[in-house]
């Protein structure tokens, strides 16, 4: 065993185990049938793999998962701490942050950088709710009257595609084969908009 640890010591210079490791964030987001998937996986694998799972709400988590994991709860972050990396993120995305506001937060990183992003262009949730709303009541006239009432709104097409995606992958009355096919068309999309944007990448007319 000894003989082995250093082995792989002296060939890629660092102590590494002999195991993969996994980390899976937001793992509460996954369906209660992913999550029993996932648990057949990490049984077949628990040999050669460790999994971390990372959630914010741990009553998202199946049983039969949480019974083989260890848990480990991490409290807030204190104020000091929480100013000064968003005071960075808000430096970083060119966004002023006065102190004072940053104190008034309450030591949640991911939902104070959130509340970050909701003044540097994110669009309002309504607006995305309303898009499936739209979707779902099967009228082309309806749909067209709605996106140029979006369009004037200011938000980019990338921002909208991107919580849209976010969105239908929580819905509720969509099964995973209706998500995964929404999806697909949303990245088709997304990837359209990146290329129409990106004059580099447009083919002249003469070579189509």
């Given amino acids: 065993m000894f003989s082995n640890y250093f082995l792989e010591f002296r060939l890629t210079g660092k102590p590494c185990p002999s195991f ?8 509460d987001s996954m369906t209660s049938a992913a999550q029993s998937a996932l648990r057949r996986t990490m049984e077949k694998a628990s040999k050669s793999t460790r999994f971390c799972l990372i959630c914010n709400y741990i009553s998202r988590i199946i049983d039969p998962l949480t019974s083989r994991c260890s848990k480990f709860r991490f409290k807030p972050l204190s104020k000091d701490t929480l100013c000064q990396r968003l005071n960075y993120s808000a430096t970083e995305e060119n966004v002023k942050l006065e102190d004072s506001s940053a104190h008034r937060l309450k030591g949640d990183e991911g939902v104070s950088v959130n ?5 540097s262009g ?19 006239e309806k749909l067209e009257k709605f996106v140029s009432s979006l369009g004037y709104e200011g938000y980019t097409t990338g921002q909208v595609i991107n919580q849209l995606h976010d969105e239908i992958v929580f819905h509720d009355s969509l099964n995973d084969k209706q998500k995964s096919a929404i999806c697909e068309k949303n990245c088709s999309s997304r990837a359209a908009v990146v290329v129409e944007s990106c004059p580099a990448k447009k083919v002249p007319e003469d070579n189509r």
């Fill in 20 to 27: 993969k490791i996994v980390i899976l964030d937001e793992a």
């Fill in 115 to 119: 509340d970050i992003a909701d003044i």
């Fill in 122 to 140: 994110v669009v309002p949730l309504k607006w995305i709710k309303e898009i499936i709303t739209v979707c779902e009541s099967d009228s082309y």
